[in-house]
C-alpha cells in the first residue's frame, strides 16, 4: 500500500484594503489551481487552511485573522505561503514564527500583481526574524526548475538554491583610493551622526524594512520618530498660495498632468495641490527636526486622509526641486540639495541613501536615489538585447533626473483601489546608464549589504509600453540588467521587496561608487557581499 503523506497546508496572505483584495483574487485562484495540480502529480495533496470569506475573496487580511487560522494549522504540517498579490507580512508572521513544520514561500512569475514583491517582502522578514523557510517561484508551474525543486522540498522539506554569484567582501579587494575615502566618509558619519525622520514605522507590514534601533546606533544613525498626524497638521498650515507656487513650478519645469474630472477614479487638480502642501510641510518638518533622510508610510492612516505622497516623495529625491522656505518666507530650506526619501518607510533604503549621497558628493556622481520594487522581469521582446531585463518599478517616487528630468516626467492618477483619495504619480521611463544596484537587510541581528553593478537600458516605446501593462503602467520604470546576476540567483538571494538604484557618469565611475559604499559599508561594521560581475564579466574578488 503506498505511504500516505500528510496534507500540505496553503495559506495565502493579502493586502488589508478590501477593494486590492477583491479585485486581485482572480490572480490568487489561477495561481491556487497550477500550484494544486503541481502537488497533486507528485503525489501529495494540497489543503488550504482558510476559506473564502463572505467578502468574497480567500486572503488573511489582517493580523487577527492570520492567528485565528494558524490556530487551527497542524504546527508540524508542511505549509506553503502562495502569493500572487502584494501582501502584509505581518499577518502571517506571528503563525509563521511559531510554525516548526517545513515552510515555503512561493509566488506566480507575473507582473500583473506584486505577488513576487509580496513573497521578497515576506522572506525578508523570516530572515530578519531568524525562521527556517524555503522559497520557489514558476510562471505557470509545469517547469523542470519548479517541479524539481518543489519535489525536494515535499520530501525534504527544504530546497537549496546556488548563491555562486555571491562573494563576501575581502577588504584587500578593494582598491586604496576608495577604501580610504569609504573609511574617512564612515569615521565622518560615526563622529557628526545624522538623523533619520520617520514618519511612522512598519508602512504594510513589512519588518523587514524596520533597522533595529541597536544597530543603527553604531553607526552615527538615530531615529526622529514622527508622527504622520504631525506632517497632516502641518499640511493644514500651508498657504494657497505657497501651495500654488509649487504646482505652477512643476508646470514650468514642463512636467505632464494627465487631468480628468471624476475625483474618484481620475486625477485632478486639487488633489496635486494638496500633494503640494505635503511636499513643503515634509520639508519643514525635515528641516525642524534636522534630518537627513526622511521617510512616509502612507499607505496606512494617511492614504485615507489625503492623497498619496509618491509625487513627494520623487520631488524630495531630486536635486533639482521646487523652492521651500521657512514659515516666515525668509530662509530658503536645504537650497540645492535632494533630500533623499525612503519610500514606504523602509529604513533599509534610508541608511542606503545616506550613503549614497555622501560617497557621490564626494565623488562628484550624481547623488539622487530611490528604491524600486523589484516587481518582475522578462526577455526582450523586441531583440534589443539578449539580456535578461528587469521591470524595476515603484509606485511614484522616483527623482526626476532618474526619468530625464521635469519635461519628461508625467503625473497620473494612483490607482483607486490602493489610494482611495488618489494623487499624482511622478511617472516616467528612467534614463539609460550604469547603475549600482543595493539592498541593506537584517540578518542573525547584524547589518548585511548585498552590493551590485548593472545598467539602465533603453527598449523601444512598444517593449516599454508591453512591460508597463503587464505592471501597474502609471508608475516610473526602469528597464534594468544585472551584470552577472540571473533572475533565479537574484530571486533567491535577494532579501526585500526593494531594490536601491544610483547612476554614474560611466563604468569606471559605477565600479568606483561601488567600490567606495562597500568600503563605507565594511568600516561601519555591515556585513558586505559583492553580486555578479563587473560590466565585463569579470569577477570582483
Known amino acids: 500500500m503506498p505511504t500516505q503523506h500528510p496534507p500540505v497546508q496553503l495559506v495565502a496572505s493579502g493586502d488589508s484594503r478590501l477593494s486590492a483584495n477583491q479585485k486581485c483574487w482572480p490572480a490568487q485562484q489561477a495561481l491556487e489551481k497550477a500550484l494544486r495540480t503541481a502537488v497533486e502529480k507528485l503525489g501529495y495533496r494540497l489543503q488550504r487552511a482558510h476559506q473564502v470569506t463572505d467578502d468574497g475573496h480567500g486572503f488573511i487580511d489582517s493580523q487577527k485573522r492570520g492567528m485565528e487560522v494558524f490556530r487551527a494549522i497542524d504546527p508540524n504540517a508542511p505549509l506553503i505561503v502562495a502569493e500572487a498579490v502584494w501582501q502584509y507580512s505581518h499577518h502571517v508572521l506571528a503563525g509563521l514564527l511559531s510554525h516548526h513544520g517545513p515552510i515555503l514561500t512561493l509566488a506566480n512569475w507575473s507582473g500583473q500583481w506584486p505577488g513576487l514583491v509580496g513573497m521578497l517582502n515576506l522572506n525578508g522578514s523570516l530572515t530578519k526574524a531568524g525562521a527556517n523557510y524555503s522559497t520557489l517561484w514558476s510562471e505557470d508551474f509545469t517547469d523542470e526548475f519548479f517541479l524539481g525543486h518543489l519535489k525536494k522540498w515535499l520530501e525534504n522539506g527544504k530546497v537549496e538554491h546556488s548563491f555562486d554569484h555571491v562573494a563576501a567582501l575581502r577588504p584587500d579587494w578593494i582598491p586604496q583610493p576608495a577604501k580610504q575615502t569609504g573609511e574617512r566618509l564612515a569615521d565622518q558619519l560615526r563622529q557628526q551622526k545624522a538623523i533619520m525622520g520617520v514618519f511612522d514605522e512598519g508602512c504594510m507590514g513589512m519588518f523587514n524594512a524596520i533597522i533595529p534601533d541597536h544597530l543603527l546606533h553604531p553607526l552615527g544613525i538615530f531615529k526622529e520618530r514622527l508622527s504622520q498626524s504631525a506632517l497632516y497638521a502641518e499640511m493644514r498650515e500651508v498657504s494657497d498660495t505657497e501651495a500654488e507656487r509649487v504646482f505652477h513650478w512643476f508646470q514650468n519645469e514642463g512636467m505632464q498632468f494627465h487631468f480628468g474630472e471624476d475625483d474618484a477614479e481620475e486625477l485632478t487638480p486639487s488633489q496635486v495641490l494638496e500633494q503640494c502642501r505635503m511636499y513643503i510641510a515634509a520639508v519643514r518638518l525635515a528641516d525642524h527636526f534636522g534630518c537627513e533622510t526622511i521617510g512616509i508610510q502612507y499607505q496606512q492612516g494617511l492614504k485615507d486622509l489625503t492623497p498619496a505622497s509618491d509625487l513627494v516623495e520623487g520631488t524630495l529625491n531630486s536635486t533639482s526641486r521646487p523652492p521651500v522656505f521657512d514659515r516666515g518666507g525668509s530662509k530658503e530650506l536645504f537650497a540645492g540639495k535632494a533630500i533623499p526619501h525612503f519610500n514606504e518607510v523602509d529604513e533599509c533604503a534610508g541608511l542606503d541613501a545616506v550613503m549614497i549621497h ?37 509606485s511614484g517616487s522616483a527623482p526626476a533626473e532618474h526619468l530625464g528630468g521635469w519635461q519628461h516626467c508625467h503625473g497620473h492618477r494612483q490607482p483607486a483601489m490602493y489610494f482611495p483619495k488618489g494623487g499624482s504619480t511622478l511617472s516616467g521611463i528612467s534614463r539609460p ?91 561601519l561594521g555591515i556585513h558586505v557581499n559583492l553580486c555578479g560581475t563587473k560590466k565585463d564579466g569579470s569577477r570582483w574578488g
Open 358 to 394: 555622501r560617497i557621490h558628493h564626494e565623488l562628484q556622481q550624481p547623488v539622487e536615489t530611490t528604491l524600486h520594487d523589484l516587481r518582475w522581469g522578462c526577455p526582450d521582446q523586441s531583440g534589443t538585447t539578449s539580456e535578461y531585463v528587469w521591470v524595476f518599478e515603484i
Open 433 to 523: 546608464g550604469e547603475i549600482v544596484w543595493s539592498r541593506i537587510y537584517v540578518a542573525d541581528n547584524a547589518l548585511h549589504m548585498d552590493l551590485g553593478r548593472g545598467e539602465s537600458i533603453a527598449l523601444p516605446p512598444d517593449e516599454t509600453q508591453r512591460r508597463l501593462e503587464a505592471t501597474t503602467s502609471v508608475w516610473p520604470i526602469m528597464h534594468g540588467v544585472t551584470y552577472g546576476v540571473s533572475r533565479d540567483q537574484m530571486m533567491a538571494k535577494h532579501q526585500a521587496n526593494h531594490v536601491q538604484v544610483s547612476y554614474a557618469h560611466d563604468e569606471d565611475a559605477a565600479d568606483e561608487a561601488l567600490w567606495t559604499r562597500a568600503a563605507m559599508a565594511a568600516a
